[in-house]
């Protein structure tokens, strides 16, 4: 996983538990969470420019999922909508990974399925390979990784502990306004009474991102203790700050309304319902050569291989609200199926479709901004920095810090999941979120989401911190010197146009200059496209999902309230942030015409050839 978003460093859980004294512990770095790395607030004035991409035409929500339930099954990518020769590519992307210096995982498996079929699944590297951190195990001890090797899912277990709180929900156990103080009293410690379950599931519940409870407290009872009892960083439900406590807390009522333990009550009302005979807390040492090993803590001398790599979810017994449980990606993909068969996967029904709903549906835009994290109750929405080229408002749901992710698509029906152990043998070589982004642009280039009518234009943003521009000049007559034929209309920039643009991060602008480059005004324009409703460029700044649709785009050529005359220098620049995101803009036939006359047209050859390309490509 990126570096910027490595967290603490220390004792293993494993020690602990065999300590009979207390052991001073390394100094725990600070908690930044799985979810996406840090980046600053986007420029305001690109926040305000970004379009408004929503309800995207008069259609269904793509979470409306009734009356599904399909079951998973192998089949070949054209069936399902996906271009095998483009699939083709995902052992090579995996492949580079392993090959990384320093190596981004271990090992890793990969899954793709789209309407219910499995059309690649994929294993490469090793479930097992070192010793520690420096030195690796004789190779007669390595362990490839297949693809039915059991992974810590890490932070993807808050997606069980989120379905198991809305099947109570359900149920008339809990609401989601409930405080959570109703059901645990000790969580109403330091000012928390008034905190509720929702803001618990969507991360503004106030809590901080992470406390220590694996060393700072002897032992169950007082490490919960301290996780309910945790003083708030700010008041609920004014700011989103990802944090493991609440989901703790969150097991802990699942725990008290069932009268289960969190894995009992997964198990019984989840996994085994669905099949999912590999999915578990705290696998049997008997699995231990199928799961993939994590992370060597050389201050302990201890490898973790076979329990949770999470400190706080061992020192809790392996089961907790936020990390703990295992799987393949052949079981995980039956849990995404589920969500896309609206809460049915064949006659197990897990979920109402209403409430597969209401979890996928943003519920922090209002906190967080343009451009800020989005969150249902429990899924992570709309995260670029893995869900990449499959991004839209309604692409769901979590990565792990260990190396694992899951992606589901409800516009495709699609699920891709990448499983790893970035954190073998350690978590500073780890940066998986760069093979994640890869793994899921692949698909969707697989899947088509790039119209094919604009493939053979130019695109732009595919590359880091860069700008990229597309240029060409056009000579533009007076008013007096038009031929009238479309009289008042003035000359107009028309474009065919693609935009998957990291929202309010990666963005393409349109601009005009009548100075020889000297100085660029933005040019306002429309775009349109069938059965959608059109969507306003009021300063000339297009960045977001762009509803995966094939846009015509038309610029009036205008300074003021008067047109352009003379010649024109016309400029599409894509600027990209420091972690590229989406698929990038793309641009098919580009016109200029005033009224009936065309003064520009590139699909014309003589006018094609005078477009310049700095960092744009021509074709696929």
């Given at each position: 996983m990126d570096p910027q978003i490595t967290r603490r460093t220390g004792l293993t859980a494993t020690a602990l538990a065999a300590a009979t004294t207390v052991v001073a512990?390394?100094?725990?770095?600070?908690?930044?969470?799985?979810?996406?790395?840090?980046?600053?607030?986007?420029?305001?004035?690109?926040?305000?420019?970004?379009?408004?991409?929503?309800?995207?035409?008069?259609?269904?929500?793509?979470?409306?999922?009734?009356?599904?339930?399909?079951?998973?099954?192998?089949?070949?990518?054209?069936?399902?909508?996906?271009?095998?020769?483009?699939?083709?590519?995902?052992?090579?992307?995996?492949?580079?990974?392993?090959?990384?210096?320093?190596?981004?995982?271990?090992?890793?498996?990969?899954?793709?399925?789209?309407?219910?079929?499995?059309?690649?699944?994929?294993?490469?590297?090793?479930a097992l390979r070192w010793k520690d951190a420096t030195a690796q195990l004789p190779e007669a001890q390595w362990l490839p990784a297949r693809t039915d090797t059991i992974y810590d899912l890490a932070s993807i277990s808050k997606i069980f502990t989120a379905t198991s709180v809305m099947q109570l929900v359900e149920q008339g156990a809990l609401s989601l306004q409930d405080t959570v103080a109703s059901h645990l009293p000790r969580f109403?410690?330091?000012?928390?009474?008034?905190?509720?379950?929702?803001?618990?599931?969507?991360?503004?519940?106030?809590?901080?991102?992470?406390?220590?409870?694996?060393?700072?407290?002897?032992?169950?009872?007082?490490?919960?203790?301290?996780?309910?009892?945790?003083?708030?960083?700010?008041?609920?439900?004014?700011?989103?700050?990802?944090s493991d406590l609440g989901l703790i807390a969150l097991g802990?009522?699942?725990?008290?309304?069932?009268?289960?333990?969190?894995?009992?009550?997964?198990?019984?009302?989840?996994?085994?319902?669905?099949g999912m005979a590999d999915t578990m807390y705290n696998p049997p040492a008997e699995l231990r050569d199928r799961?993939?090993?994590?992370?060597?803590?050389?201050?302990?001398?201890?490898?973790?291989?076979?329990?949770?790599?999470d400190e706080n979810a061992y020192s809790l017994g392996g089961v907790a609200g936020h990390a703990g449980v295992f799987s393949t990606?052949?079981?995980?993909?039956?849990?995404?199926?589920?969500?896309?068969?609206?809460?049915?996967?064949?006659?197990a029904r897990i979920l109402e479709?209403?409430?597969?709903?209401?979890?996928?549906?943003?519920?922090?835009?209002?906190?967080?901004?343009?451009?800020?994290?989005?969150?249902?109750?429990?899924?992570?929405?709309?995260?670029?920095?893995?869900?990449?080229?499959?991004?839209?408002?309604?692409?769901?749901?979590h990565t792990g810090f260990t190396g694992t992710s899951l992606v589901i698509d409800p516009l495709t029906d699609t699920i891709v999941i990448m499983l790893a152990n970035s954190v073998h043998p350690t978590r500073e070589w780890s940066s998986t979120s760069a093979t994640r982004r890869e793994v899921s642009t692949c698909v969707a280039q697989a899947l088509g989401v790039v119209p094919r009518k604009l493939r053979d234009g130019w695109h732009a943003g595919h590359e880091d911190e860069t700008t990229a521009t597309l240029a060409v000049a056009v000579d533009l007559p007076g008013t007096e010197a038009g031929s009238g034929s479309g009289a008042g209309s003035g000359p107009a920039l028309v474009l065919d146009l693609f935009a998957h643009l990291e929202t309010a991060y990666d963005v393409l602008t349109l601009e005009a200059s009548q100075d020889q480059g000297s100085t660029w005004a933005p040019l306002?324009?429309?775009?349109?496209?069938?059965?959608?409703?059109?969507?306003?460029?009021?300063?000339?700044?297009?960045?977001?999902?762009?509803?995966?649709?094939?846009?015509?785009?038309?610029?009036?050529?205008?300074?003021?309230?008067?047109?352009?005359?003379?010649?024109?220098?016309?400029?599409?620049?894509?600027?990209?942030?420091?972690?590229?995101?989406?698929?990038?803009a793309w641009v098919g036939r580009i016109r200029v015409a005033d009224g009936h006359d065309v003064l520009l047209d590139t699909a014309r050859a003589e006018d094609r050839e005078q477009v310049v390309a700095d960092g744009w490509m021509l074709g696929e």
């Open positions: 512990a390394p100094v725990a770095a600070s908690a930044k969470g799985d979810p996406a790395p840090h980046k600053g607030k986007p420029a305001a004035s690109t926040a305000r420019a970004a379009p408004s991409w929503r309800p995207g035409g008069p259609h269904p929500h793509p979470w409306d999922r009734r009356g599904s339930g399909k079951t998973l099954r192998e089949t070949d990518p054209g069936s399902v909508g996906l271009d095998a020769e483009t699939l083709e590519a995902l052992p090579g992307i995996i492949r580079a990974g392993l090959d990384h210096d320093p190596p981004r995982f271990s090992g890793a498996s990969v899954l793709v399925a789209s309407q219910a079929g499995i059309a690649i699944e994929h294993a490469d590297g090793y109403a410690e330091n000012g928390k009474e008034q905190v509720t379950v929702q803001q618990l599931l969507t991360h503004v519940g106030g809590l901080p991102a992470f406390i220590n409870l694996y060393s700072a407290h002897p032992d169950v009872p007082s490490r919960v203790d301290a996780a309910l009892t945790v003083a708030p960083k700010t008041p609920p439900g004014v700011a989103y700050v990802y802990l009522v699942v725990e008290k309304l069932s009268g289960q333990s969190l894995d009992e009550y997964v198990r019984e009302h989840i996994t085994d319902p669905l799961i993939a090993a994590t992370e060597y803590i050389e201050y302990y001398g201890e490898l973790v291989h076979g329990h949770v790599h990606a052949r079981d995980l993909a039956v849990f995404g199926q589920m969500f896309l068969g609206g809460g049915r996967y064949g006659n479709a209403a409430t597969v709903q209401d979890m996928f549906t943003d519920r922090i835009g209002e906190i967080t901004g343009v451009g800020g994290a989005r969150r249902g109750l429990g899924p992570e929405l709309e995260a670029w920095y893995y869900h990449a080229g499959l991004t839209s408002p309604y692409s769901g749901t306002a324009g429309t775009l349109e496209a069938k059965h959608q409703e059109p969507v306003e460029v009021p300063d000339g700044q297009i960045t977001g999902w762009g509803r995966r649709q094939h846009w015509t785009g038309t610029f009036p050529l205008v300074s003021g309230a008067d047109s352009l005359v003379g010649e024109v220098q016309l400029r599409l620049a894509v600027t990209t942030d420091a972690a590229t995101r989406g698929l990038g």
